[in-house]
Structures are given as C-alpha cells and as structure tokens.
T-cell receptor, first 116, second 115 residues
Framework: DGGITQSPKYLFRKEGQNVTLSCEQNLNHDAMYWYRQDPGQGLRLIYYSQIVNDFQKGDIAEGYSVSREKKESFPLTVTSAQKNPTAFYLC???????????????FGPGTRLTVL | QKEVEQDPGPLSVPEGAIVSLNCTYSNSAFQYFMWYRQYSRKGPELLMYTYSSGNKEDGRFTAQVDKSSKYISLFIRDSQPSDSATYLCAMSAENYGGSQGNLIFGKGTKLSVKP
C-alpha cells in the first residue's frame, strides 16, 4: 500500500526534552511538509522540503528542526526551545513541479504531542 | 484581513440535505483550490482539487471557484452521517512566497449530518 506513515500516534514529552516525530512516505514524492494543527487555528506550516538535503522554514519554524537525508523520510524534532508544543502534528507530501501537480498534498495520520 | 476566511460552524443538517461550505480569500494570485475532509483525530483527506475558475464534480461532491468574487464553495448532495467531519479549504499560487506548492488553509468548518 502506498501512503504516508507517522509515528508515534501519541507522544508525551516532559518539559525541557527534545522529541523526534517520524514521517515516512512510499509515494515517491519529492516534496514533504510538516504542519501543526491547534484547535480553532487551522494548519500552520512548520518546515518543508522540496528535494533531498534541502529544506526551508515555514511560518512557525522557531523551536523545531528537520532533516531530509532520504527522499522518503522527513523527521521533525521538537526542541525544548518550543514553548508551547502541545498540538497535533501532520506530515504531508506532494509531487514536485518537475513531474506533476505539486499542490495536491497528501497527509499522514498525524502525531498528537502532549507536554506533561 | 486574513488571507483565507472560513466559517468554523458547527453546521448541523439532516441526512439527505444539500450542504454548502464556503471560503473567501483576499489574494488574487491564488489559482489552485482544494477541499480536504478531516475526521476527528485523523489526517486531512484530499476531496477535490480545482485550478482557476469553474466547477468540478465528483460523485456527490461539487467544487465551485469564482475568482472574480474570490469565493470558493463545496456542495455535498444527499448528505450522509458519514460526511460528518471538518472540511478544510486550501489554496495556493505558483511561486507563492517563493515556495512552490505551499498551501494556505482555512480554519475548517465542522459539519454534522444527523440521521
């Protein structure tokens, strides 16, 4: 089955801890994205990557970091510098402009992060 | 003025009703318009994708784009309880902010279809 997987489904973090959220896709998509969703806030872009070994900050990148060492993987680290990390985190991917419609983003099932 | 406005609802309708969901936007550069359905505690699922103005139909769903009014709509015919979810509109422009493919989302409308 082709798709996007995120793990874990639920994650609990203590104050001052860094945690890493996993995102893997087997759709052969070039572009990958991380969003944060808060109640009543809609989706806000944290980071995105259009090709391997390259990524760009989104609207709310402070306190987060990413890497893109492989095409199929785009992990997100929530650092202790993120002051309000409790949220629902969504990973998405899309085909790059070079090969097709890049606007159609497909989402994973999400990770719910709670700070204790 | 926010870039994309969407009434959060909640919207409650009886089974079989026609549902109309809407978004307005301010950036005339937007050309790509999408509707996503999101069930509680799940990731959004792409429902409809349209480019520029016009209508697109897929089964019980019809998406309309009116670029002159900066207004998009999603119609659901013969609504079912399984349609109960939050519906998100999303849109983008080519090279928006220098970042191809970045979507701007509405906050979502919560729909409840009662049996």
């Amino acid at each position: 089955d082709g798709g996007i997987t995120q793990s874990p489904k639920y994650l609990f973090r203590k104050e001052g801890q860094n945690v890493t959220l996993s995102c893997e896709q087997n759709l052969n998509h070039d572009a990958m994205y991380w969003y944060r969703q808060d109640p009543g806030q809609g989706l806000r872009l944290i980071y995105y990557s259009q090709i391997v070994n390259d990524f760009q900050k989104g609207d709310i990148a402070e306190g987060y970091s990413v890497s893109r060492e492989k095409k199929e993987s785009f992990p997100l680290t929530v650092t202790s510098a993120q002051k309000n990390p409790t949220a629902f985190y969504l990973c998405a991917s899309s085909i790059d402009l070079a090969t097709g419609t890049y606007n159609e983003q497909f989402f994973g099932p999400g990770t719910r992060l709670t700070v204790l | 003025q926010k870039e994309v406005e969407q009434d959060p609802g909640p919207l409650s309708v009886p089974e079989g009703a026609i549902v109309s969901l809407n978004c307005t936007y301010s950036n005339s550069a937007f050309q790509y318009f999408m509707w996503y359905r999101q069930y509680s505690r799940k990731g959004p699922e792409l429902l409809m994708y349209t480019y520029s103005s016009g209508n697109k139909e897929d089964g019980r769903f019809t998406a309309q784009v009116d670029k002159s009014s900066k207004y998009i709509s999603l119609f659901i015919r013969d609504s079912q309880p399984s349609d109960s979810a939050t519906y998100l509109c999303a849109m983008s422009a080519e090279n928006y902010g220098g970042s191809q493919g970045n979507l701007i989302f509405g906050k979502g409308t919560k729909l409840s279809v009662k049996p």
